[in-house]
């Protein structure tokens, strides 16, 4: 539990637009600017409709972030559904996935979510999509650090670090193990918080200093909330597995050992070790890829207005550029952000709306800084390198940054020769006030706290690249989050909204990995409904 909740630690995600804010002031900014949004390559294709036009499909994909355009794609490879409109109320695809590039000075970055697990699925996609050969991994060897009285200090990677990293202390550790083991207090009947669960299982050292800076790097959550069945599930269901988290480990094993896996995809790259991934040009090309496979099929700047049921299907009403634009499809999912799809589908259903409005995003912004690698404390450096994944800060530290990602360290062609590149995520659950301050008090934060740990004091004001404030950026995965989402899809399913479907962060999971693995998922249901449908 420990080595996956580091690797897992900046899995970060969004899915709204930025938040518009202050200019940073001369000083700190260096030559730097404020960017607001990526450029956009590739593209997207125009929409061939005219005032009060009317279109069909077997389906349409309403949201042009990673969730819909994977859900697409995956209609159009997997199952032979062609006949798809993904619909984007912005101007470009990808949703919260925002890369940046000053070429002409040698940097590249992200305001969004930063990299990815490279999973089967995420690989599929990618080599689905044209981008095998843009592959980028991760040293699975790079160290991440937490924060600890003072000092960065390294998470085992492996169990033979176990023993001897120095972020907990021997009696600690030795709760922790028995506690794996099955050497704890009972589950208490209900659905517990991740802090209540990991208290209970791993004691409060695991907690203190290895899961609450998690759960801020991934959720930028408050753990005291979140549910643990519904945020980190495989490590829920170990325990009602196996009666232990080491119980269901073996049991999971014992499983997988009766029930192997079919023959893996031999196009897919094998990543070494535990590492994360992205792209030659950053994350936004995945996104860039599929809108230009899919082509005249991804529609940019349509926004829907209404969705009403009609015999054989629904009928949707899109404000476009080219005027009001009607399409029929046969079925629907909407993988827009929750709120934004309880508006939509009120005058459907005003139980399902209430649902997907009691879900919660919190406000963070990405803060992206370059310091001359002179600038890093001495102690911080590894063979005269900034070395590693990046670091996460327990709230209990005295920081207000939650995390920072060493992009320059993480993969290449970040940053010019002599340069570090840091991005910071700060807000959350626990800091809502972010939205309030200004771009330079964001700045200020961010390199207040990382001279308190890993830029020498003295060192000269940051090149500030790009302050990216996401107002409702995350959704939580609270305590009762999974009886909301059932709440939401019985609902409709009572209204006789067959084929009408939720996806997206909010119902796969808020990492990227889990928004492409979710979108398979999609495309399986969506593609059943469909080959039901035909013979109705």
């Known amino acids: 539990?420990?080595?996956?909740?580091?690797?897992?630690?900046?899995?970060?995600?969004?899915?709204?637009?930025?938040?518009?804010?202050?200019?940073?002031?001369?000083?700190?900014?260096?030559?730097?600017?404020?960017v607001r949004c990526a450029a956009v390559a590739g593209g997207a294709a125009e929409a061939p409709a005219s005032a009060g036009a009317r279109l069909s499909?077997?389906?349409?994909?309403?949201?042009?972030?990673?969730?819909?355009?994977?859900?697409?794609?995956?209609?159009?490879t997997k199952h032979g559904v062609g006949d798809v409109l993904v619909t984007e109320a912005r101007a470009r695809p990808g949703g919260n996935i925002t890369t940046v590039e000053r070429p002409e000075e040698g940097y590249l970055w992200e305001e969004g979510p930063n990299s990815f697990q490279p999973s089967d699925p995420v690989l599929t996609m990618a080599v689905d999509s044209g981008l095998k050969d843009?592959?980028?991994?991760g040293d699975p060897n790079a160290p991440r650090f937490v924060l600890w009285e003072g000092k960065l200090r390294p998470v085992p990677s492996k169990p033979a670090d176990l023993p001897f990293f120095d972020l907990m202390s021997i009696p600690g550790k030795l709760r922790a193990g028995l506690g794996a083991l099955g050497i704890r207090p009972p589950p208490p009947g209900r659905e517990e918080s991740v802090e209540e669960f990991v208290r209970r299982n791993l004691g409060a050292e695991v907690f203190e200093r290895l899961i609450e800076p998690f759960c801020s790097g991934v959720y930028a959550g408050d753990p005291s909330k979140l549910s643990m069945k519904a945020a980190f599930g495989k490590v829920w269901r170990l325990e009602e597995a196996g009666g232990s988290i080491i119980g269901g480990t073996i049991k999971t094993i014992q499983d997988k050992g009766k029930n192997p896996?079919?023959?893996?995809?031999?196009?897919?790259?094998?990543?070494?070790?535990?590492t994360v991934a992205s792209f030659r040009k950053g994350l936004a090309m995945l996104p860039n890829a599929i809108t230009s496979s899919l082509g005249n099929k991804v529609k940019l700047s349509w926004k829907l207005t209404n969705i009403t049921k009609s015999d054989g299907g629904y009928v949707l009403v899109y404000e476009t550029p080219e005027g009001v634009v009607s399409v029929k499809a046969k079925s629907v999912i909407m993988t827009i952000p929750s709120y934004v799809a309880s508006d939509i589908l009120r005058p459907l259903s005003s139980d399902a709306a209430?649902?997907?409005?009691?879900?919660?995003?919190?406000?963070?912004?990405?803060?992206?800084?370059s310091y001359p690698k002179e600038a890093i404390r001495?102690?911080?450096?590894?063979?005269?390198?900034?070395?590693?994944?990046?670091?996460?800060?327990?709230?209990?530290?005295?920081?207000?940054?939650?995390?920072?990602?060493?992009?320059?360290?993480?993969?290449?062609?970040?940053?010019?020769?002599?340069?570090?590149?840091?991005?910071?995520?700060?807000?959350?659950?626990?800091?809502t006030g972010i939205v309030?301050?200004?771009?330079s008090e964001l700045v200020e934060a961010v390199d207040r706290d990382l001279r308190k740990m890993l830029i020498n004091p003295s060192a000269a004001d940051p090149l500030v690249l790009g302050v990216r404030v996401w107002p409702q950026a995350i959704p939580q995965f609270l305590v009762g989050h999974l009886d909301l989402l059932e709440a939401a899809k019985s609902a409709l399913g009572r209204g006789g909204y067959d084929g009408l479907f939720l996806g997206g962060n909010y119902v796969a999971g808020v990492a990227l990995g889990r928004c492409v693995?979710?979108?398979?998922?999609?495309?399986?249901?969506?593609?059943d409904f469909l080959t039901k449908y035909a013979y109705k």
């Open 1 to 34: 539990m420990v080595a996956a909740a580091a690797a897992m630690a900046t899995a970060a995600s969004a899915g709204v637009p930025p938040l518009r804010g202050h200019r940073i002031p001369t000083r700190l900014r260096g030559r730097g600017v404020t």
């Open 57 to 76: 499909a077997d389906c349409v994909v309403v949201g042009g972030g990673i969730s819909g355009l994977c859900t697409a794609q995956a209609l159009a």
């Open 134 to 137: 843009d592959l980028v991994f």
């Open 261 to 274: 896996k079919p023959p893996r995809d031999p196009r897919l790259p094998t990543p070494k070790g535990q």
């Open 354 to 369: 209430d649902a997907l409005s009691r879900f919660y995003y919190p406000p963070v912004a990405a803060v992206t800084v």
């Open 378 to 431: 001495k102690e911080c450096l590894i063979d005269g390198e900034l070395q590693g994944f990046g670091q996460l800060h327990p709230c209990s530290q005295g920081v207000e940054t939650l995390g920072t990602i060493y992009s320059s360290s993480l993969f290449p062609n970040r940053a010019p020769a002599g340069r570090v590149l840091l991005l910071n995520y700060i807000g959350g659950a626990t800091n």
């Open 436 to 439: 309030s301050k200004s771009e």
């Open 517 to 527: 693995e979710g979108a398979y998922e999609s495309a399986s249901q969506i593609s």
